[in-house]
């Protein structure tokens, strides 16, 4: 590859324009650079990748995430690509089956980006990990479920655009399960676990939500200018426009 004879510093500006030209058979070329001794050319590698990510090089990270030799940044950054993918079924596989690596990093990014992909199927996924060892994989996943509700209901939308029966059949039994999680949450978790709950019931946003946050409200300390702070803010969220 031309690129193996630039410095990192050209090596790094040449992979921020290969996306304008590239194709799915460059992009699997590119995943050696996510391999690089230079940080900083991983980081754009990834970058690039994000945008020319097809399935011959979705293929090729499959098979490079597996390699016993890689270290787990690099794990990390796979993840971080396929989660820009939007469901494709090999990428939400691998990123499902990361669920369960022994790592806590590659757990957390995972979790990230299976929220990113969205899709009807993966929100049992996401809040099984709300129960996680991991305090770190717990709040990522608490925090994701909103995001994911986000992402989802815009994809609804322009899925459905005129049919509103459907759009709210899907979207209240999806919503209604993610804020059961999050009361669960809010009854039991640690103090960052219920922060990262109350900002996920303002992207949830159903009446419900809102009720719940309003009860919430009623129960906290009136010295806890944190957690007011955090219902307050949810609460501004839930009167953006949502359907």
């Known amino acids: ?67 016993p ?10 993840l971080s690509i396929l989660g820009s993918v939007p469901e494709n ?7 499902i089956q990361s669920l369960e690596h022994e790592n ?24 099984s990990m709300t129960e996680d060892v991991s305090e770190l994989v717990r709040t990522t996943a608490i925090e994701a479920l909103g995001e994911y509700a986000s992402r989802y209901l815009t994809k609804l939308l322009a899925a459905f655009p005129e049919q509103e029966d459907i759009v709210r059949k899907k979207k209240n039994r999806v919503f209604n399960q993610l804020l059961r999680t999050q009361i669960n949450i809010l009854d039991k978790g640690t103090r960052e676990e219920k922060l ?29 200018d944190t957690l007011q702070g955090a219902i307050l803010q949810s609460l501004s969220e839930t009167q953006q426009p949502k359907a």
């Open 1 to 67: 590859s031309l690129l193996n004879d630039l410095e990192p510093e050209m090596q790094q500006a040449a992979l921020k324009y290969l996306p304008r030209f590239g194709t799915d058979t460059i992009g699997t070329q590119l995943t050696s650079y996510l391999l690089s001794s230079s940080w900083t050319t991983r980081e754009s590698a990834r970058e690039c990748l994000k945008m020319m990510a097809g399935p011959q090089t979705i293929a090729k990270l499959i098979e490079l995430f597996d390699s």
């Open 69 to 78: 030799e890689i270290d787990w940044d690099v794990q990390k950054n796979i």
């Open 89 to 95: 079924p090999m990428s939400t596989s691998l990123l």
């Open 104 to 127: 806590e990093f590659i757990r957390k990014h995972a979790v990230e980006s299976l929220a990113k992909v969205g899709g009807e199927d993966i929100s049992d996924a996401l809040v």
């Open 196 to 224: 990262k709950a109350i900002q996920a019931l303002g992207m949830i946003a159903t009446p419900l939500a809102v009720e719940t946050l309003l009860n919430i409200w009623q129960m906290v300390d009136e010295e806890d």
